[in-house]
Every structure is written in structure tokens, then in C-alpha cells.
Nanobody
């Protein structure tokens, strides 16, 4: 049974930092490209960042470039999203996702597994 479990969300003031993590189990983690998406209630799920299986390819949505960093540790079956200089518009539920193909596509295309999400709230 595949599980993706996010953690590390919370409440932070604008300008602050958070790191969210996603621990994977039940799959061969190093075979999967990983991605982070976020969703605000009533809106579509939005691509944030993606990383290839080995970590040598990365993509970000323009709105987080220079502020967020995606990384992975295949030995620990975990993907991370370091978020710095947070803004109120970054407030959302953050989801990690696993896919075998289209590793860096900035859409939900190819996503096979989703985590349950972790809430990130940035106060102004």
C-alpha cells in the first residue's frame, strides 16, 4: 500500500520560513519523480515544484522561484520543500505527488499517488 505522508506545515508570519516533508512508503521511491502542489479552497490544485528521480532536474512555478527549494533524499524516501520569504498568497494546503513519467510537467498529468496534504498559513 503506497503512502505519502506530508508534515511540517503550520502558521508563520510573512517573511518567515517553513520546510514541509513528504515521507513515502510502499513504493520504490527512487523510481518516481516527485512534485509539490498546493490548493486553496475553491480553486484548482496548482503546481509548485517538481524534481526528477535522481534530483538532477528541477522545475518551479514562477511565483516561487528564488524562494522555494525542492530536494529529495532517496535513502530516506523523502522529498522536501524548503519555503523562504513566505507571503500570504502562499497560504494553501500543500500536497506531494509521485509519478513515473512526465517528471517536470507543471500539471497534475501523470500523478499516480497523492499525499493527504499539510496546511501552510502565512499571516500578514
Amino acid at each position: 500500500q503506497v503512502q505519502l505522508v506530508e508534515s511540517g506545515g503550520g502558521l508563520v508570519q510573512a517573511g518567515g520560513s517553513l520546510r514541509v516533508s513528504c515521507a513515502a512508503s510502499g513504493l520504490t521511491f527512487s523510481n518516481y519523480a516527485m512534485a509539490w502542489f498546493r490548493q486553496v479552497s475553491g480553486k484548482e490544485r496548482e503546481f509548485v515544484a517538481a524534481i526528477t528521480r535522481t534530483g538532477n532536474g528541477i522545475r518551479y512555478v514562477d511565483s516561487v522561484k528564488g524562494r522555494f527549494t525542492i530536494s529529495r533524499d532517496n535513502a530516506e524516501n523523502t522529498v522536501y520543500l524548503q519555503m523562504n520569504s513566505l507571503k500570504p498568497e502562499d497560504t494553501a494546503v500543500y500536497y506531494c505527488a509521485a509519478r513515473l513519467s512526465v517528471a517536470l510537467t507543471p500539471t497534475i498529468e501523470g500523478v499516480l499517488y497523492w499525499g493527504q496534504g499539510t496546511q501552510v498559513t502565512v499571516s500578514s
